[in-house]
């Protein structure tokens, strides 16, 4: 340490001129004659006032002994800046033969200091010589340039480093009482200081027992807002001059800090170290066994510094033994965050192992846990310009813990009744902004995710990766990968926030998702069951969950397959408007309390946050449903109508449907909140089946009609056959007469003309 040097070399050089002169001085000469004229002295030469109103003795041997009382120190016209009561010092004379310095006892007594630094930032203590004043106007050739006083200046100080110091042995050195107040009028300042200071066998190359306490207040200049403060050290001490190198072992330092401006008071703290070395020509600083305690809070550490002076570099592992974040909070008088569980952030612990430059820091491994979480993390900071790269690998992380107690529904299925100041707590926090932007437009970096074991307001994750970077405003996640609920969410997204408004957006990929314990678990809505399969775009603008909500935007194509509408039966649905129509009942105990499907299919398209469904279809083998309609998530509500057509087979003995109604396709009517009974949300319109059944009756009286009109037709068709037939039976009778007759007019005629014929062949003849 070349400080270290040029003092002992000069403290040796002052002790020896000290002594020859003192050991001249005190045989012949009363030292108490010379006040005068050494005030005289120091104020022609230095500008300095001094106050020597106490005796001046010494000794000569075996020890040269100086002793001083009542002293005071002035600087110019200036109030006295130092005081002290007593001033003792006692130098060994044979040990200077062999140059060695014994000093058996240093001690300063009730010391006072009071140092000013005005307005215009001059201190009391800088002050210029009477010498300086008056030479300061000249600037003659005779002067020493700054270069050449410089050079000589360095050469002289290499010169007295590279001569041996001399052997310095102290026996004690005492500072009682020493008072110093430091008053500063540019920064509103005053602080008042009281020390003692206590060292024992001080030597060279050993180490020697160092004690020191003290006591400081802080205020403003009219002694408002003080912070006080009291501390104590102990340690062994050592130096090394030839090595520039000293080394401090066994530290202790305890320290109590009282002010209203902290959260509590008193705040202690202890700091202990099994070592501490610094190493001026290599610039290295090496603490071992570092530990810090304080509110039940134990951090231990090990650093290492290189080139500190130059190209600062360091190292350290730094340990959090375990202890109770939320005792901590209460000790320090912080409001605990609202939390459900009143066990969560009872225990914590971390390891840190962290090394860098002025240009990057490292941390690797950093090792927490937290209640029943452990997460392992690795990041690497660029500090110029700022950018991270940061990897984070987490189990067992249930949010719900850390986040208050959600209201209950209570007996009548309203809400539990809340006070004023919770409703204005929760219309700020929903008026609030959701997203940090000037936070976010200054983040640049990337950062790995993966977690296992994750709950977020009772959604329940196995896996979550994702990779996401930051820049200048642009947040990407890509991608995101989850695993929950017996499938896998595949999705990208995106955070702009370089423009006015926010803009989020998300292309989500869901593969096999159980659709019912996922929503049951996170909006405690149980109205649908199935896999569930689903792929498509979404926007939202805006920073705060009412503007997101309210500006969604996209396009989804959705596909459940076994599934159940849960909670609504359609088929009962249908069947109690069956028999309404008909001003029946019907038996509830035969139907299920679900709609089991095989499939449901339909595209989604949103426009400021109104879902619409277009191409509705559910199939199973009991329905067909097809359907249309809107689910406003602002409003929380749904307005939809389903057009379901029954299986008659199954239900003749539940509603009597016959063959007929299974031809047709029943309105069904879903109007509600979320919030209500899924038993309720859904009715038959009943107009649309007394329209249906009119239509029935319309087709079954004009059925009749055709039959009737088809028998009449038949029957008169047949009474025209047989009329037809009877005709020409008749007229197949009279022919055959007609043709008898002919035959047997024939035949007469025949038989008379053959008698004609005898009867001219008899006249003939």
Same mark, same amino acid.
């Given at each position: 340490?070349?400080?270290?040097?040029?003092?002992?070399?000069?403290?040796?050089?002052?002790? %020896?001129?000290?002594?020859?002169?003192?050991?001249?001085?005190?045989?012949?000469?009363?030292?108490?004659?010379?006040?005068?004229?050494?005030?005289?002295?120091?104020?022609?030469?230095?500008?300095?006032?001094? *106050?020597?109103?106490?005796?001046?003795?010494?000794?000569?041997?075996?020890?040269?002994?100086?002793?001083?009382?009542?002293? =005071?120190?002035?600087?110019?016209?200036?109030?006295?800046?130092?005081?002290?009561? *007593?001033?003792?010092?006692?130098?060994?004379?044979?040990?200077?033969?062999?140059?060695?310095?014994?000093?058996?006892?240093?001690?300063?007594?009730?010391?006072?200091?009071?140092?000013?630094?005005?307005? @215009?930032?001059?201190?009391?203590?800088?002050?210029?010589?009477?010498?300086?004043?008056?030479?300061?106007?000249?600037?003659?050739?005779?002067?020493?340039?700054?270069?050449?006083?410089?050079?000589? @200046?360095?050469?002289? /100080?290499?010169?007295?480093?590279?001569?041996?110091?001399?052997?310095?042995?102290?026996?004690?050195?005492?500072?009682?009482?020493?008072?110093? #107040?430091?008053?500063? /009028?540019?920064?509103?300042?005053?602080?008042?200081?009281?020390?003692?200071?206590?060292?024992?066998?001080?030597?060279?190359?050993?180490?020697?027992?160092?004690?020191?306490?003290?006591?400081?207040?802080?205020?403003?200049?009219?002694?408002?807002?003080?912070?006080?403060?009291?501390?104590? +050290?102990?340690?062994?001490?050592?130096?090394?001059?030839?090595? #520039?190198?000293?080394?401090?072992?066994?530290?202790?330092?305890?320290?109590?800090?009282?002010?209203?401006?902290?959260?509590?008071?008193?705040?202690?703290?202890?700091?202990?170290?099994?070592?501490?070395?610094?190493?001026?020509?290599?610039?290295?600083?090496?603490?071992?066994?570092?530990?810090?305690?304080?509110?039940?809070?134990?951090?231990?550490? $090990?650093?290492?510094?290189?080139?500190?002076?130059?190209?600062?570099?360091?190292?350290?592992?730094?340990?959090?033994?375990?202890?109770?974040?939320?005792?901590?909070?209460?000790?320090?008088?912080?409001?605990?965050?609202?939390?459900?569980?009143?066990?969560?952030?009872?225990?914590?612990?971390?390891?840190?192992?962290?090394?860098?430059?002025?240009?990057?820091?490292?941390?690797? !491994?950093?090792?927490?846990?937290?209640?029943?979480?452990?997460?392992?993390?690795?990041?690497?900071?660029?500090?110029?310009?700022? *950018?991270?790269?940061?990897?984070?690998?987490?189990?067992?992380?249930?949010?719900?813990?850390?986040? !208050?107690?959600?209201?209950?529904?209570?007996?009548?299925?309203?809400?539990?009744?809340?006070?004023?100041?919770?409703?204005?707590?929760?219309?700020?926090?929903?008026?609030?902004?959701?997203?940090?932007?000037?936070?976010?437009?200054?983040?640049?970096?990337?950062?790995?995710?993966?977690?296992?074991?994750?709950?977020?307001?009772?959604?329940?994750?196995?896996?979550?990766?994702?990779?996401?970077?930051?820049?200048?405003? +642009?947040?990407?996640?890509?991608?995101?990968?989850?695993?929950?609920?017996?499938?896998?969410?595949?999705?990208?997204?995106?955070?702009?926030? *370089?423009?006015?408004?926010?803009?989020?957006?998300?292309?989500?990929?869901?593969?096999?998702?159980?659709?019912?314990?996922?929503?049951?678990?996170?909006?405690?809505?149980?109205?649908?069951?199935?896999?569930?399969?689903?792929?498509?775009?979404?926007?939202?603008?805006?920073?705060?969950?009412?503007? +997101?909500?309210?500006?969604?935007?996209?396009?989804?194509?959705?596909?459940?397959?076994?599934?159940? +509408?849960?909670?609504?039966?359609?088929?009962?649905?249908?069947?109690?408007?069956?028999?309404?129509?008909?001003?029946?009942?019907?038996?509830?105990?035969?139907?299920? $309390?679900?709609?089991?499907?095989?499939?449901?299919?339909?595209?989604?398209?949103?426009?400021?946050?109104?879902?619409?469904?277009? =191409?509705?279809?559910?199939?199973? %083998?009991?329905?067909?449903?097809?359907?249309?309609?809107?689910?406003?998530?602002?409003?929380?509500?749904?307005?939809?109508?389903?057009?379901?057509?029954?299986?008659?087979?199954?239900?003749?003995?539940?509603?009597?449907?016959?063959?007929?109604?299974?031809?047709?396709?029943?309105?069904?009517?879903?109007?509600?909140?979320?919030?209500?009974?899924?038993?309720?949300?859904?009715?038959?319109?009943?107009?649309?089946?007394?329209?249906?059944?009119?239509?029935?009756? $319309?087709?079954?009286?004009?059925? $009749?009609?055709?039959?009737?009109?088809?028998?009449?037709?038949?029957?008169?068709?047949?009474?025209?056959?047989?009329?037809?037939?009877?005709?020409?039976?008749?007229?197949?009778?009279?022919?055959?007469?007609?043709?008898?007759?002919?035959?047997?007019?024939?035949?007469?005629?025949?038989?008379?003309?053959?008698?004609?014929?005898?009867?001219?062949?008899?006249?003939?003849?």
């Amino acid at each position: 340490m070349v400080w270290i040097k040029r003092l002992s070399l000069l403290v040796a050089g002052l002790l %020896a001129i000290i002594a020859i002169l003192l050991a001249y001085v005190m045989l012949f000469v009363n030292p108490n004659d010379f006040k005068d004229e050494l005030k005289s002295v120091a104020l022609e030469k230095a500008n300095v006032n001094l *106050r020597l109103d106490g005796d001046i003795s010494w000794s000569f041997f075996p020890w040269l002994g100086l002793s001083l009382e009542d002293i =005071g120190v002035a600087l110019g016209t200036d109030a006295e800046i130092v005081q002290f009561d *007593r001033a003792e010092f006692g130098l060994a004379i044979l040990p200077l033969l062999e140059q060695k310095v014994q000093v058996n006892k240093v001690s300063l007594v009730n010391v006072k200091a009071r140092l000013n630094k005005d307005a @215009q930032g001059q201190g009391n203590w800088q002050l210029e010589t009477a010498e300086e004043v008056s030479g300061s106007g000249s600037t003659g050739s005779n002067a020493p340039t700054t270069a050449s006083a410089s050079s000589e @200046q360095a050469n002289d /100080e290499n010169d007295a480093i590279n001569k041996k110091l001399p052997d310095i042995q102290l026996d004690e050195l005492r500072i009682e009482n020493a008072q110093v #107040e430091y008053r500063d /009028e540019q920064t509103n300042q005053l602080i008042n200081a009281t020390l003692n200071v206590q060292l024992n066998d001080v030597q060279w190359d050993k180490a020697w027992p160092m004690v020191m306490d003290i006591a400081v207040t802080q205020s403003d200049l009219q002694g408002q807002s003080p912070i006080k403060a009291k501390a104590t +050290l102990n340690a062994n001490l050592a130096v090394f001059p030839e090595r #520039e190198f000293l080394t401090l072992d066994s530290l202790v330092l305890s320290a109590d800090v009282e002010s209203t401006a902290l959260p509590t008071s008193p705040i202690n703290a202890k700091l202990s170290a099994v070592k501490v070395d610094v190493d001026l020509p290599q610039e290295n600083v090496l603490i071992d066994g570092l530990n810090l305690s304080s509110f039940g809070v134990n951090l231990d550490a $090990k650093i290492q510094a290189y080139q500190v002076l130059s190209e600062p570099q360091f190292s350290a592992v730094l340990s959090v033994g375990e202890f109770n974040p939320r005792y901590l909070l209460t000790r320090l008088k912080l409001p605990l965050p609202e939390m459900s569980d009143e066990t969560a952030m009872t225990k914590a612990r971390a390891n840190i192992t962290v090394e860098g430059d002025l240009n990057s820091i490292i941390a690797q !491994p950093i090792s927490i846990a937290l209640d029943d979480t452990n997460i392992e993390a690795n990041a690497v900071v660029d500090l110029s310009p700022l *950018r991270w790269d940061i990897k984070v690998a987490g189990k067992n992380l249930n949010l719900d813990r850390y986040l !208050p107690t959600p209201i209950e529904p209570n007996e009548n299925g309203s809400k539990e009744a809340i006070t004023e100041a919770q409703i204005e707590e929760k219309a700020a926090a929903a008026a609030g902004e959701l997203i940090p932007v000037e936070l976010i437009r200054g983040l640049n970096g990337h950062v790995g995710l993966t977690f296992e074991g994750l709950t977020v307001k009772k959604l329940k994750i196995d896996k979550i990766t994702l990779d996401s970077t930051q820049q200048n405003g +642009l947040v990407t996640v890509s991608p995101l990968n989850v695993a929950l609920y017996k499938g896998t969410v595949s999705s990208k997204a995106s955070l702009d926030v *370089r423009g006015k408004t926010p803009i989020l957006d998300v292309s989500p990929a869901i593969d096999g998702v159980q659709i019912q314990p996922l929503l049951m678990d996170f909006m405690e809505m149980d109205k649908i069951a199935g896999s569930t399969f689903l792929n498509g775009d979404l926007r939202a603008k805006g920073n705060r969950m009412d503007d +997101l909500i309210s500006s969604l935007q996209g396009d989804l194509l959705i596909d459940i397959r076994n599934g159940a +509408l849960v909670g609504t039966n359609l088929t009962k649905t249908v069947c109690e408007g069956i028999a309404a129509t008909r001003k029946e009942q019907i038996n509830e105990q035969l139907f299920g $309390k679900d709609t089991p499907f095989e499939t449901m299919r339909f595209p989604a398209h949103i426009v400021n946050g109104r879902v619409s469904t277009p =191409g509705l279809k559910i199939s199973s %083998a009991g329905i067909q449903v097809t359907g249309d309609g809107v689910v406003s998530l602002p409003d929380s509500s749904l307005n939809y109508q389903a057009n379901v057509g029954v299986a008659g087979s199954a239900l003749d003995k539940a509603c009597r449907v016959n063959e007929k109604l299974t031809r047709l396709a029943f309105p069904i009517v879903c109007k509600g909140q979320f919030s209500d009974d899924p038993a309720g949300l859904c009715r038959p319109d009943l107009k649309g089946f007394a329209s249906l059944f009119a239509n029935i009756a $319309k087709e079954e009286l004009t059925l $009749k009609l055709d039959e009737e009109k088809a028998e009449l037709k038949a029957k008169a068709e047949a009474e025209k056959a047989r009329l037809k037939e009877k005709v020409d039976a008749e007229k197949a009778r009279l022919k055959a007469e007609l043709e008898e007759k002919r035959k047997a007019e024939e035949e007469r005629a025949k038989e008379k003309l053959k008698e004609k014929l005898k009867d001219k062949l008899k006249n003939l003849l």
